[in-house]
C-alpha cells in the first residue's frame, strides 16, 4: 500500500511539473537569434497543410485537437501541440508552426517561420501518391514560392538574410516504411529492404541539396521513432495471437539500421553546409514505451476509438475518447499525445541548443 502511494504520488508529481514547465516554454523562456523555423516532411509535423487540399488524410475535426489552446482542431495529428511548436515558442521565435498553405497567414507570420510538411507524405513520391498528400519534392517547390514572396515583400537581400539565417526541420520517413513498403507489396517487389533504404536516402540527399541550393545553413534531420511499438504496426503485423504482447522488434530493428545510415551519410562532417544535426526521437520514445517512464499508463494503443486502427477520418467526433490522454503515449493508432511531443522536446533540447547557434 505505501509503495502504490509514494508511486502515485511520484506520478502526480511529474504531471504537475510537466504542466508548469510547458507553461513557462509556452511563454518563450528562451530568445534565439534564429529568426524563422521553416519545417518540412510528414505527420509528426504538419500543422494542417493537408487541410487545404483533396485528401482524406487530414485531421482538422474532433476529437483531435482536443488539448490544444482553444481546443481548436488544427489539423494537427494530436490532442496538442508537436515538437516544433514547442522548440518555436521554447526559443522565442513564435508560439505555434502554422501551415504554410493558410492562405490567411500575413506576411509578419510567414516570415517567422511555417510548415510545409504534409502528413501522409515520404521520401518515396509513391508513398505521398498513396494518401493523396504532399510529396517532399512538391514540398520544396512551395519553399521555393515562400521565397519568391518573401523577396517581394521585403527586398532581395533581407529575403536571402533571413533565409540564411533561419533554422529548418526534415522529419520523414516513418510512411515509406509502415504505410509503403511494409503496407503494400509494391516496393516489396521491386527493392530489398536495404535497396529500398539506400533509394530513401538518395532522395533524401537530393531534398537537402535543393534546400542548400537555396541558401539554407542549419538543419535538424529527425530520426525514425521505434516503428515497431506503434498501435497500428502491432496491429497490422504481428501474429494475432501475439497482439498486445508489446513491440515488433523486426520492424523497430529496421529503424535503427535507418536511423544509423542517416547519421553516418548525413551528419559526419560538422563544416559541411547545411550543417546538419540529427535528432534522435527514437531512443526518448522507446525508453518511454518500454520503461513506463514519466507516469504513462498505456503504451500499446492509442486514447481515441480502440486505439488500435483507427487515424485520420477513422478518429473522428463519433469515436469513443479515453477521458485523460495525458495517461496514453499514443493519442491514435500511429501518432504519440501531446504529453510525449513536450517529452520529446525536452529530451531534444541539448541538440537544439547546438542546431541554433548562430
Known amino acids: 500500500m505505501a509503495a502504490n502511494t509514494c508511486c502515485h504520488f511520484l506520478v502526480a508529481c511529474l504531471s504537475i511539473l510537466w504542466a508548469t514547465t510547458e507553461a513557462q516554454i509556452s511563454k518563450g523562456s528562451k530568445r534565439s537569434s534564429v529568426p524563422a523555423i521553416f519545417v518540412f516532411g510528414d505527420s509528426t509535423v504538419d500543422p494542417g497543410n493537408n487541410d487545404f487540399i483533396e485528401t482524406p488524410f487530414r485531421s482538422n475535426f474532433p476529437p483531435y485537437g482536443r488539448d490544444f489552446p482553444g481546443r481548436i482542431s488544427t489539423g494537427r495529428f494530436t490532442n496538442g501541440r508537436l ?12 508560439e505555434n508552426v502554422p501551415p504554410y498553405l493558410n492562405s490567411s497567414l500575413g506576411m509578419e507570420e510567414l516570415m517567422t517561420g511555417v510548415s510545409f510538411a504534409s502528413a ?21 517547390e512551395y519553399f521555393e514560392e515562400y521565397i ?6 521585403i527586398g532581395v537581400e533581407r529575403a536571402h538574410n533571413l533565409i540564411k539565417k533561419a533554422a529548418y526541420v526534415v522529419s520523414v520517413g516513418t510512411n515509406d516504411f509502415v504505410v509503403n513498403y511494409f503496407g503494400l507489396p509494391t516496393r516489396r517487389l521491386t527493392y ?18 535543393g534546400l542548400a541550393d537555396k541558401g539554407v545553413e542549419k538543419m535538424g534531420l529527425v530520426g525514425l521513432p521505434p516503428m515497431g511499438c506503434l ?12 497482439r ?59 486514447c481515441c476509438g480502440s486505439g488500435l486502427l ?29 504529453r510525449v511531443y513536450y517529452f520529446l522536446f525536452k529530451s531534444l533540447i541539448p541538440v537544439v541548443e547546438i542546431f541554433l547557434q548562430p
Open 83 to 94: 515538437v516544433t511548436d514547442y522548440v518555436a515558442s521554447h526559443w522565442g521565435i513564435k
Open 120 to 140: 501522409g507524405s515520404g521520401l518515396d513520391p509513391l508513398t505521398a501518391q498513396i494518401s493523396g498528400v504532399i510529396t517532399m519534392t512538391e514540398q520544396l
Open 148 to 153: 519568391a514572396r518573401l523577396e517581394v515583400a
Open 192 to 209: 530489398t529492404l536495404a535497396a529500398y533504404q539506400d533509394f530513401l536516402l538518395r532522395n533524401l540527399h537530393q531534398f537537402i541539396q
Open 231 to 242: 498501435p497500428l504496426v502491432i496491429t497490422l503485423q504481428s501474429p494475432r495471437l501475439l
Open 244 to 302: 498486445g504482447s508489446g513491440c515488433v522488434e523486426s520492424i523497430s530493428a529496421v529503424a535503427r539500421e535507418y536511423n544509423q545510415m542517416l547519421q553516418d551519410k548525413f551528419t559526419l562532417s560538422p563544416n559541411g553546409r547545411p550543417r546538419i544535426v540529427y535528432a534522435d526521437i527514437y531512443t526518448p520514445l522507446h525508453d518511454i514505451i518500454q520503461r513506463r517512464e514519466f507516469g504513462f499508463d498505456v503504451v500499446s494503443r492509442g
Open 310 to 338: 483507427e487515424a485520420s477520418f477513422l478518429c473522428n467526433e463519433g469515436s469513443d475518447v479515453c477521458a485523460d490522454a495525458s495517461k496514453f503515449v499514443f493519442w491514435d493508432s500511429i501518432h504519440p499525445t501531446d
